[in-house]
């Protein structure tokens, strides 16, 4: 079973930087593309970032370009998510999502989600 834990949320103001992280099996790490979604309420939710198994491919949403960064923690089947100068509307819960095709397919194994937030 593909398990997903997300980490790092919390309340920033803007400007300041965060680092969401994804925890999964060295299986899950080294056969699925992993993304990082968001949904802010009364929104639908979108993929922010993403990356390949093999970290060839990497997928950012024109919103986060330049401020956001995915990378892989290989020693710790790890996927992060760095995020800098954040704006109020970064505000969402980040998920942390699975698919073992590739970053713009379908996923359909989610962690649990990740509350951020930035203040004005």
């Known amino acids: 079973q593909v398990q997903l834990t997300e980490s790092g949320g919390g309340l920033v103001h803007t400007g300041d930087s965060l680092r969401l992280s994804c925890a999964t099996s060295?299986?899950?790490?080294?056969?699925?593309?992993l993304g990082w979604f968001r949904q802010a309420p009364g929104k639908e939710r979108e993929l922010v970032a993403a990356i390949s198994w093999t970290g060839a491919h990497i997928y950012y949403a024109d919103s986060v370009k330049d401020r956001f960064t995915i990378s892989r923690d290989i020693a710790k089947n790890t996927v992060n998510l760095e995020m800098n100068s954040l704006k109020p509307e970064d505000t969402a819960v980040y998920y942390c999502a699975a698919n073992p095709i590739g970053v713009r397919y379908e996923y359909h194994i989610w962690g649990q989600g990740t509350q951020v937030t930035v203040s004005p």
């Open positions: 060295k299986h899950t790490f080294s056969m699925y593309a």
